[in-house]
Nanobody, 115 residues
Framework: VQLQASGGGEVQAGGSLRLSCAASGFTSDDYAIGWFRQAPGKEREGVACIKSDGITIYEESVKGRFTISSDNAKNTVYLQMSRLKPEDTAVYYC??????????WGQGTQVTVSS
């Protein structure tokens, strides 16, 4: 089982980024897949996930700005992040499991939003 995250980078406040999480060894039918993030000095927090039935869950501070989606043919989950704020700066981790329980973690990808 592997989760390969990509798409992080640096952007100015108000900008957009898209993160990708490519899953192998299992499919989105087996687990919810989503993203956590961890900012310096803070605990890791759930950002968004998409369940096997298509239901999406968002952390309150990203509602209306982030959109999670999946491409089942590619076994890939995307996190489209818009209207980014400096407080969105964190290492973002792809994860899979029975949300919010995580069974598998991908590597982190840095997202930096400058003011």
């Amino acid at each position: 089982v592997q989760l390969q995250a990509s798409g992080g980078g640096e952007v100015q406040a108000g900008g957009s980024l898209r993160l990708s999480c490519a899953a192998s060894g299992f499919t989105s039918d087996d687990y919810a897949i989503g993203w956590f993030r961890q900012a310096p000095g803070k605990e890791r927090e759930g950002v968004a996930c998409i369940k096997s039935d298509g239901i999406t869950i968002y952390e309150e501070s990203v509602k209306g700005r982030f959109t999670i989606s999946s491409d089942n043919a590619k076994n890939t989950v995307y996190l489209q992040m818009s209207r980014l704020k400096p407080e969105d700066t964190a290492v973002y981790y792809c994860a899979a499991g029975n949300w919010p329980q995580v069974d598998y973690w991908g590597q982190g990808t840095q997202v930096t939003v400058s003011s």
